[in-house]
């Protein structure tokens, strides 16, 4: 029988910390968190740590949240003119 000895702690990679920060900004500013974790991606690439999944979860998160953001801002844009009129020669 071969007994395998569990990986030490201390032993394995640690995890980014850019890529955390990213995916707690992602909720909060999504460009920023998009920004924030291809950076991560990079530096994980790079230096072989740990929160590969958690850099790529905030850059899909900020996508969504920064054009959903965009499209709001659009509409409202978009409602705000209709209901004024268009002072500028349209």
Same mark, same amino acid.
């Given at each position: 029988?071969?007994?395998?000895?569990?990986?030490?702690?201390?032993?394995?990679?640690?995890?980014?910390?850019?890529?955390?920060? !990213?995916?707690?900004? !992602?909720?909060?500013?999504?460009?920023?968190?998009?920004?924030?974790?291809?950076?991560?991606?990079?530096?994980? !690439?790079?230096?072989?740590?740990?929160?590969?999944?958690?850099?790529? !979860?905030?850059?899909?998160?900020?996508?969504?949240?920064?054009?959903?953001?965009?499209?709001?801002?659009?509409?409202?844009?978009?409602?705000?003119?209709?209901?004024?009129?268009?002072?500028?020669?349209?």
């Amino acid at each position: 029988m071969t007994l395998t000895a569990s990986p030490n702690p201390s032993e394995q990679a640690s995890r980014n910390e850019l890529a955390v920060l !990213a995916f707690v900004l !992602a909720f909060v500013m999504g460009i920023v968190g998009v920004i924030l974790g291809a950076v991560a991606l990079h530096q994980i !690439a790079e230096t072989g740590q740990r929160g590969r999944k958690l850099a790529v !979860a905030a850059i899909i998160i900020g996508s969504i949240l920064a054009i959903a953001f965009i499209g709001g801002a659009v509409t409202i844009f978009i409602s705000i003119v209709n209901q004024q009129g268009c002072t500028y020669p349209c």
